[in-house]
C-alpha cells in the first residue's frame, strides 16, 4: 500500500480510521510516523491524525514515538491538525515523565491562546490535567487558569470543557486532602 498517495487523497474519499487498521495490518507504522513529521503542512497532519486513530486501536504501536511526537512539537510552524492529534494522543496515554513539564509549559501556550482553535486549546487542558493529577500544587495552579477562563472565554465548547474539567480538580482536590 501506498500510504503517502492514500494521506494525500481528496478529503471526501480519505478515511483515518479505516486506513490506521490497514497501516497496522500491514505493519507500515513506521512509514506513517516519517510522513507525520513531514514539512508538508497536509501530509503531516492527516498522517498524525492516522497515527491518532493507530494509537486508539493499539496504544503500544506508537508508544516508541512518544518522545519524537512530543520534541516535534518544538518545531515552528506546525499544521493546526498535527498539534490537536499529538495533544488528542497525550489525552488517553500517559506523558513520558521526561517530557511533562516540556508538556504542561507547550498546553499552557496553547490554553492561554485565545487565537488557538478550540480543539488544542480543549486537548491541551486535559493534557494539563492528566500530567498534574498526581501533584496538588499544579491542580491548584490549573484550577486558577481554568476558573479564569470559565469567565472570559464565550465559546460553548470551551465553556463545557472548563466546567467539566474544574469538577474533576474539584473531585481530586478532596480526595487528596
Known sequence: MKIKE???AEIRVFKAPELAKQI???HQITELIKLALEKDPLLSSRAMWVLSHCSDIDPSCVKPYYSTFILNLKNKPLHNGVIRSTLRLFQEQDVPTKHQSFMIDK????????SEAIAIRSFAITVIYQISKPYPELL??????????STNDGSPGMKSKL?????????DIRRIK
Open 163 to 171: 466546567k467539566k474539567t474544574l469538577g474533576l480538580i474539584e473531585k
Open 6 to 8: 492514500e494521506l494525500l
Open 107 to 114: 498546553c499552557y501556550e496553547y490554553v492561554k491562546n485565545p
Open 140 to 149: 491548584h495552579e490549573l484550577k486558577l487558569l481554568l476558573t479564569h477562563l
Open 24 to 26: 497496522l495490518k500491514s
